[in-house]
């Protein structure tokens, strides 16, 4: 994406009355956006009148017009100030280039599309974001502000910010420091272990058997069989296997023998 000057912002933006746009004939809406952010005044925003020359509190060399997106870095770290650069699409705002490092000195950039060039786009400067982003928080009318006071929050959160690809790593208190063990009754072994299995064929159902209008059941499983085997961890004499053949009672043979052990 290119930026070019000249361009109105949307209609949108224009009511929630937080970005300054400075508009000009030429391709310097990048530099002039960083300054409003950097030296802010309270009238006449838009002017170009109310700011000191980009040239004389940037360093704007190597830097080619109209700024692209690959270049906001460059900029940033030529002049140790850091950029979010956002996008306005569907009346909502997008993040489009996010700085790794936020520092003292921070701009906060809108990018608008040229709607007469769509290859050319213009820069301006959010003066507050949390005002811009309100309604796509909530649904209420009231404004939303991002308290600074929550210092512990914001720490974290900066935390996060600055690690955007990395995995977030979360230390335990110093109040909760200590791992213990506590489930002692895990580490001894279950005196009896049963293992089990049932051989079963497939069998046709009937029509009055058939699943409901979403399902369709042709065949189900009927065991013919059941075997198990009763390991003991501390005694090998105690160990023991079963089995039992007969189709309409395997079932019911192997829930008694699972009752017995149980009793026993």
């Known amino acids: 994406l290119h930026a070019g000057c000249s361009v109105s912002l949307p209609r949108a933006v224009q009511t929630k009355k937080v970005v300054v746009n400075i508009s000009r004939d030429n391709n310097e ?14 009238t006449y925003a838009n002017r170009i009148s109310s700011y000191s020359h980009y040239s004389s509190v940037l360093c704007n060399s190597e ?11 460059k900029f940033g770290k030529r002049n140790n100030i850091s950029i ?8 909502t705002c997008v993040p489009l280039h996010l700085t790794s490092e936020k520092k003292d000195r921070h701009a ?6 040229n709607l007469k060039d769509p290859s050319r786009h213009h820069f301006a400067w ?7 982003i309100s309604k796509q928080i909530n649904n209420k009318q009231h404004a939303r502000y991002i308290c600074d ?3 512990e929050k914001l720490d974290a959160h ?3 910010y600055s690690r955007m690809n990395d995995c977030a790593i979360i230390l335990p208190a110093e109040t909760d420091k200590w791992l213990r063990f506590k489930n002692y009754r895990y580490k001894e072994r279950a005196p009896f272990i049963v293992y089990a299995d049932l051989e079963c064929f497939l069998e046709d159902v009937t029509p009055k058997q058939q699943g409901g209008k979403t399902s369709s059941l042709y065949q189900h499983h009927r065991a013919f069989s059941v075997g198990y085997y009763v390991h003991c961890t501390y005694d090998a004499s105690l160990c023991r296997y079963h ?12 829930a008694k023998e699972l009752y017995e052990l149980g009793s026993t």
Not at 29 to 42: D, E, G, H, K, T
Not at 108 to 113: A, F, K, P, Q, R
Not at 126 to 132: A, G, Q
């Open 149 to 151: 006071r929550l210092q």
């Open 243 to 254: 089995s039992y053949g007969h189709e309409s009672e395997c079932i019911e043979w192997f």
């Open 63 to 73: 830097i080619q017009l109209p700024m692209t997106l690959k270049q906001v870095g």
């Open 108 to 113: 906060n950039l809108l990018l608008i599309e």
């Open 84 to 91: 979010n650069v956002y996008g306005w699409i569907q009346n």
């Open 126 to 132: 959010i003066r507050n974001m949390s005002r811009l």
């Open 29 to 42: 809406c990048s530099f002039w956006s960083v300054v409003a952010s950097l030296y802010p005044v309270s």
């Open 158 to 160: 900066l935390i996060d």
